[in-house]
T-cell receptor, first 115, second 116 residues
Framework: AQKITQTQPGMFVQEKEAVTLDCTYD???????LFWYKQPSSGEMIFLIY??????QNATEGRYSLNFQKARKSANLVISASQLGDSAMYFC????????????FGTGTRLQVFP | DAEITQSPRHKITETGRQVTLACHQT?????MFWYRQDLGHGLRLIHY???????NKGEVSDGYSVSRSNTEDLPLTLESAASSQTSVYFC???????????????FGPGTRLTVL
């Protein structure tokens, strides 16, 4: 069965420190895409980063990077130099099948950044 | 600027009533989606459409319907609202861009529905 698992309901990190949010996935399809979204308290969904299953390098977008370990089926989000504005819910999602835009989401991780 | 809007933003209704949530996008995207967000479940796909007159059931489609009569709109109807349908509903749209490795889904602001 295709599934996304986020095992950390909540995480705390001090400002300016790095933090890793875990995401594991389950699929037998060799072609898939992985996304991370941020949902601040205002409720909107903000796209952060994407990783394709055939991408050779880990994706990076500014302070966000994706630690993609295909053999372990994990796609952890790393936020470097955390800021107070990073406090939010973070969702990992998988696109399946690859040639569609259907997404399945994990249950999310609530990140709180403290001064 | 192109955008995706949802209305109403908040709705309170009674069990058994029919409710329609509107979604309108000006991206001119062919692909549109409805999700519901509940604590402990993340976002779950209700229905989706890949173009005018095309509709498909998602993971949690029971009790919901959609219709697509134009590119811009995908209204979501709850035929007979139930308390289990109390949730936050998100509409999203996406499009395949030439040369793009992925299609980003753009989400609306959400509609908070309470069924009493």
């Amino acid at each position: 069965a295709q599934k996304i698992t986020q095992t950390q309901p909540g995480m705390f990190v001090q400002e300016k420190e790095a933090v890793t949010l875990d995401c594991t996935y389950d699929t037998s399809d060799p072609s898939y895409g992985l996304f991370w979204y941020k949902q601040p308290s205002s409720g909107e969904m903000i796209f952060l980063i994407y990783q394709g299953s055939y991408d050779q390098q880990n994706a990076t977008e500014g302070r966000y990077s994706l630690n993609f370990q295909k053999a372990r089926k994990s796609a952890n989000l790393v936020i470097s130099a955390s800021q107070l504005g990073d406090s939010a819910m973070y969702f990992c999602a998988m696109r399946l099948p690859y040639n569609t835009d259907k997404l399945i989401f994990g249950t999310g991780t609530r990140l709180q950044v403290f001064p | 600027d192109a955008e995706i809007t949802q209305s109403p933003r908040h709705k309170i209704t009674e069990t058994g009533r029919q409710v329609t949530l509107a979604c309108h996008q000006t991206w001119n995207h062919n692909n549109m989606f409805w999700y519901r967000q509940d604590l402990g479940h993340g976002l779950r796909l209700i229905h989706y459409s890949y173009g005018v007159h095309d509709t498909n059931k998602g993971e949690v489609s029971d009790g919901y319907s959609v219709s697509r009569s134009n590119t811009e709109d995908l209204p979501l109807t709850l035929e007979s609202a139930a308390s289990s349908q109390t949730s936050v509903y998100f509409c999203a749209s996406s499009e395949k861009l030439a040369g793009s490795a992925y299609n980003e889904q753009f989400f609306g602001p959400g509609t908070r529905l309470t069924v009493l």
